[in-house]
T-cell receptor, first 113, second 111 residues
Framework: DVKVTQSSRYLVKRTGEKVFLECVQD?????MFWYRQDPGLGLRLIYF???????EKGDIPEGYSVSREKKERFSLILESASTNQTSMYLC????????????FGSGTQLSVL | DAKTTQPPSMDCAEGRAANLPCNHS???????VYWYRQIHSQGPQYIIH???NNETNEMASLIITEDRKSSTLILPHATLRDTAVYYC????????????FGPGTRLSVLP
């Protein structure tokens, strides 16, 4: 089975801290995505990447950056965490073709105090 | 990508078929209909997708109307583990394209 692994299930950080959320997939997928999910707002795309060192902004990239140095790993970076970035963060991956199947990780619940 | 409309919530008795509707009246000819579901505290999970014809797999059936303006996801024998939020998404099956998840339908399977 495809596995998308997110490094932490729960994370608590302070305002102003730099935060790294890591995501690793084991199926050699080209595409990787970062979403955040908030009650009443659904899933919103932050960034995605379709190749190593490539990145594209999603709908809400402000306050975030990403890194994809290796094909299997896609990192989300909060340069200076703020309380409005408290959210559930979901990583997903898919093949470049047959992109209908997005495989998601279990999510990281980030709380910024 | 076309917008979808789903009821916010539905109930279904355990063991009965769950029929989840989705309206996508502005769908264009090259847009597919996808269904995902999200069980509490987990990431969304792919269920099924189709273009024109009805589709069936081990999880569910997808019925798309002839004019493609609506579809129904059918879980033939719902179990308590099918309690989840179900998302209907329409999108062009293009390279690198995003999935836009709406609020979905919260399905509660009742014992």
């Amino acid at each position: 089975d495809v596995k998308v692994t997110q490094s932490s299930r729960y994370l608590v950080k302070r305002t102003g801290e730099k935060v790294f959320l890591e995501c690793v997939q084991d199926m050699d997928h080209e595409n990787m995505f970062w979403y955040r999910q908030d009650p009443g707002l659904g899933l919103r795309l932050i960034y995605f990447s379709y190749d190593v060192k490539m990145k594209e902004k999603g709908d809400i990239p402000e306050g975030y950056s990403v890194s994809r140095e290796k094909k299997e790993r896609f990192s989300l970076i909060l340069e200076s965490a703020s309380t409005n970035q408290t959210s559930m963060y979901l990583c997903a991956s898919s093949h470049i073709w047959g992109g209908e199947k997005l495989f998601f990780g279990s999510g990281t619940q980030l709380s910024v105090l | 990508d076309a917008k979808t409309t789903q009821p916010p919530s539905m109930d279904c008795a355990e063991g009965r078929a769950a029929n989840l509707p989705c309206n996508h009246s502005t769908i264009s000819g090259n847009e597919y209909v996808y269904w995902y579901r999200q069980i509490h505290s987990q990431g969304p999970q792919y269920i099924i997708h189709g273009l024109k014809n009805n589709e069936t797999n081990e999880m569910a059936s997808l019925i798309i109307t002839e004019d493609r303006k609506s579809s129904t996801l059918i879980l033939p024998h719902a179990t308590l583990r099918d309690t989840a939020v179900y998302y209907c998404i329409v999108r062009i099956d293009n390279y690198g394209q995003n999935f836009v998840f709406g609020p979905g339908t919260r399905l509660s399977v009742l014992p």
